[in-house]
């Protein structure tokens, strides 16, 4: 089961006592202080795990607590600090404030730890109040309360490409082409409900991940299908491949349809509809297809001059739209190298 958004409670733990004590020794005269310091709370830590690709652990536990820091002794023995709680989480995964959205973290490289809740400081013992005028203290203090917060985890995927299109464009087949994704393809829409990924391999050894979105139709942003939960997988890509269904089956206008995709996009988040992005029609098996791209071939290249038509059934254009993929890739790295520079 894919689960990319979870809401969960932590309580970081509470420091140890501080003690209050007087040694008892033979042969020492007077005795004296010897209270230790408690043990500090343990932290709430997030750990991204590449192993992971979904929260749904995180569905079914939603309350987790750190140990508490252990209380000081006699004998100045300070008390043990409580156990960390380590919550593994895959990389992408966004920490946000369950009330007020704040966000905390953006854990997106793995091997990363992230203190959400940080444990108590421990309690004092009267040791640490000895002075010259007061040779016997009785004072110690409590140790601090843990914190306890109300989190929201969300999911985004991490992928070099999201490719994007109302349902029943060809993206589950396009990608299950060129990948190793194994995503369901039948034609009816919203085959796909949850997100596909999938590692590209390039023919010169280069590679790169491609992300299936599905669920994209006009109202996605309002909620409506399933675009709203997914769109936000697609805000961590760096290019878009735009796919659109040029079949007998398809829209009678297909640059309509490619406005209704756009427009979903800039609803979402206006930065997302300026993504760069490659124009692919798709299924140009269908003579029809071939037919449609010729009459609306001059208002497809006004829109996005790369433009790419493809047949994940027969392979035509695959090899073309994977270089250009790749080449763009490529030059984003060239660009950001430049920047640093």
């Known amino acids: 089961m894919f689960v990319d958004q979870v809401e969960i409670e932590v309580r970081s733990g509470n420091g140890g006592e501080g003690c209050r004590s007087f040694r008892r020794e033979k042969f020492v005269p007077y005795g004296g202080p010897d209270g230790g310091d408690g043990g500090k709370g343990g932290d709430v ?17 939603r309350n987790y607590h750190a140990e508490n820091g252990h209380d000081g002794k006699g004998r100045n023995m300070t008390g043990k600090s409580g156990v960390d709680c380590v919550i593994r989480v895959p990389p992408g995964t966004l920490v946000k404030m369950a009330r007020t959205g704040e966000i905390l973290a953006d854990l997106t490289e793995p091997g990363v730890r992230f203190s959400v809740a940080r444990g108590g400081k421990g309690g004092l013992g009267n040791t640490r109040f000895k002075s010259s005028v007061n040779r016997a203290p009785q004072k110690f203090t409590h140790g601090a309360e843990g914190e306890n917060k ?13 490719i994007v299109g109302l349902p029943n464009a ?25 997100p596909q990924l999938g590692i590209v391999r390039v023919e010169d050894y280069h590679s790169f ?21 997914f769109l936000r997988h697609v805000e961590r890509t ?11 089956t398809g829209s009678v206008d297909p640059v309509a349809d490619i406005n209704v995709v756009q427009n979903e996009l800039a609803q979402f988040s206006p930065e997302l509809a300026l993504k760069p992005q490659i124009l692919v029609p798709s ?41 250009s993929i790749k080449n763009e890739l490529q030059g984003q790295k060239l660009k950001l190298g430049d920047r640093l520079e």
Do not use: C
């Not at 760096?238 to 007998?248: I, K, P, Q, T, Y």
């Open 150 to 162: 109300f989190l929201t985890l969300e999911l985004k995927l991490l992928a070099d490409v999201g």
């Open 45 to 61: 830590v997030f750990e991204t795990d590449p192993n992971l690709s979904t929260l749904i652990d995180l569905r079914y536990q």
């Open 209 to 229: 991940v491609a992300a299936d979105i599905p669920g994209l139709i006009a109202g996605a942003h309002e909620g409506k299908g399933l675009g709203l939960r």
């Open 283 to 323: 299924k140009m098996d269908d003579p029809v297809a071939r037919q449609k791209l010729k009459e609306h071939e001059t208002r497809l290249r006004e829109l996005n001059s790369r433009l790419i038509p493809i047949s994940a059934v027969s392979g035509e254009g695959i090899a073309d739209l994977l270089w």
């Open 238 to 248: 760096r290019l878009l491949v735009h796919l659109v269904d040029f079949s007998a």
């Open 170 to 194: 060809g993206k589950s087949t396009l990608i299950s082409r060129i990948s190793n994704a194994h995503p369901k393809i039948a034609d009816y829409p919203f085959t796909t409900l949850v």
